[in-house]
């Protein structure tokens, strides 16, 4: 089992930066790829972006890319997106999720954290 809990959500200028933490708990985080999605009202969870076990390599949503940076701290148990220049189509609720194998869909995740919300005024 792994335990995952997201911080560092809030209200935001578009335009503006944020920083989430997911920090993990149980087995061996740095075993685990680490997964960012978000998941808007109305709308379905969507890949954001992920980090591989040692940091190597990272992966993003074309949405994201070159606004968003993932990195992990695997002595410290957690990963982290930084995302700058947010829009307001970046409102949603974060959440991090762990798995054994990288993947782009959230069903190909096992564990999950409660999520935080993102909101980004105009």
């Known amino acids: 089992q792994v335990q995952l809990v997201e911080s560092g959500g809030g209200l935001v200028q578009a335009g503006g930066s944020l920083r989430l933490s997911c920090a993990a708990s149980?087995?061996?985080?740095?075993?685990?790829?680490m997964g960012w999605f978000r998941q808007a009202p109305g709308k379905e969870r969507e890949f954001v972006g992920a980090?591989?076990?040692?940091?190597?390599?990272?992966y993003y949503a074309d949405s994201v890319k070159g606004r968003f940076t993932i990195s992990r701290d695997n002595a410290k148990s957690t990963v982290y997106l930084q995302m700058n220049g947010l829009k307001p189509e970046d409102t949603a609720v974060y959440y991090c999720?762990?798995?054994?194998?990288?993947?782009?869909?959230?069903?190909?995740?096992?564990?999950w954290g409660q999520g935080t919300q993102v909101t980004v005024s105009s």
């Open positions: 999720a762990a798995d054994l194998s990288y993947g782009r869909d959230y069903y190909e995740y096992d564990y």
């Open positions: 149980g087995r061996t985080f740095s075993s685990y790829v």
């Open positions: 980090i591989s076990w040692s940091g190597a390599r990272t």
